[in-house]
């Protein structure tokens, strides 16, 4: 049986023109910067915050979010 590797998530720092839609969205892990971009508080994605993370990707508006699996 293979473990679940938890889900880290990425900010694309240039496409990002901050919007603020991932730091009201998940709070718990992004906030903003004195200039409105987010700063991720943590990269690991928690599995009980699993669904809010892809929303939150879901809603960037210009696809500066991600999240995606660690290598093995």
Known sequence: MEMTRARTLRIDRIACTGHGLCAE???????????????????????????????????????ALRTERPPR
Request: charged share 20%; with cysteine.
């Open 25 to 63: 969205l998940l709070p718990e892990l992004v906030h903003l910067d004195e200039w409105g971009y987010p700063v991720l508080a943590q990269a690991a994605v928690p599995a009980r915050l699993e669904s809010h993370a892809r929303r939150a990707v879901a809603a960037c508006p210009v696809l």
